[in-house]
T-cell receptor, first 115, second 113 residues
Framework: DARVTQTPRHKVTEMGQEVTMRCQPI?????VFWYRQTMMQGLELLAY????????DSGMPKDRFSAEMPDATLATLKIQPSEPRDSAVYFC?????????????FGEGSRLTVL | QKEVEQNSGPLSVPEGAIASLNCTYS??????FFWYRQYSGKSPELIMS????GDKEDGRFTAQLNKASQYVSLLIRDSQPSDSATYLC?????????????FGKGTHLIIQP
């Protein structure tokens, strides 16, 4: 059963610490996304990659967030330093890239709490 | 700025009735429309996509699209308690790729046994 895998599922950390979240997209999916979900803002696109190349990271606070895709099986989202306002659920999603741009498969999410 | 609006709810519907979820969007060039279901504490899951005006049926679910009025709706027939979830509407512009995808904040649906 193909699925997007994210780690960690839960993370509690203190303000100022570095946080790294990892994602393994579905094999064969060439487009990978990072979303953040909060009650207030809903789902926000942070960054996405196509064929491992970063295409858009305009939704990401660049002074503290960075996203990379070192190989086709791994995407990472790093926050350094973390702040309490970063507390949210972070979802990775992947897509085949051949459709209408909206048929996303989401991972189970990483719930981040920054104290 | 593209906007997708949904009533946050909660929308309470008795078991066995029809649940009707609505979504309006601001960008007239929008061409692709999606409904995602998200159970509490879980990730969004795609349940319907629609690209042409009219109705699209899949089991108990029917998506309806009216581009002239800029709304898309989701009907759930014979509602079951397991349908209780938040339903997210997502809209994409023509040729936008997934970076053009905009999500609404979702409607919380409760099916009362």
């Amino acid at each position: 059963d193909a699925r997007v895998t994210q780690t960690p599922r839960h993370k509690v950390t203190e303000m100022g610490q570095e946080v790294t979240m990892r994602c393994q997209p579905i094999l064969g999916h060439n487009t990978v996304f990072w979303y953040r979900q909060t009650m207030m803002q809903g789902l926000e696109l942070l960054a996405y990659f196509r064929n491992r190349a970063p295409l858009d990271d305009s939704g990401m606070p660049k002074d503290r967030f960075s996203a990379e895709m070192p190989d086709a099986t791994l995407a990472t989202l790093k926050i350094q330093p973390s702040e309490p306002r970063d507390s949210a659920v972070y979802f990775c999603a992947s897509e085949t890239g051949g459709g209408f741009g909206g048929e996303l498969f989401f991972g189970e999410g990483s719930r981040l709490t920054v104290l | 700025q593209k906007e997708v609006e949904q009533n946050s709810g909660p929308l309470s519907v008795p078991e066995g009735a029809i649940a009707s979820l609505n979504c309006t969007y601001s960008d007239r060039v929008s061409q692709s429309f999606f409904w995602y279901r998200q159970y509490s504490g879980k990730s969004p899951e795609l349940i319907m996509s629609i690209y042409s005006n009219g109705d699209k049926e899949d089991g108990r679910f029917t998506a309806q699209l009216n581009k002239a009025s800029q709304y898309v709706s989701l009907l759930i027939r014979d509602s079951q308690p397991s349908d209780s979830a938040t339903y997210l509407c997502a809209v994409n512009i023509a040729g936008g790729g997934a970076d053009g995808l905009t999500f609404g904040k979702g409607t919380h649906l409760i099916i009362q046994p």
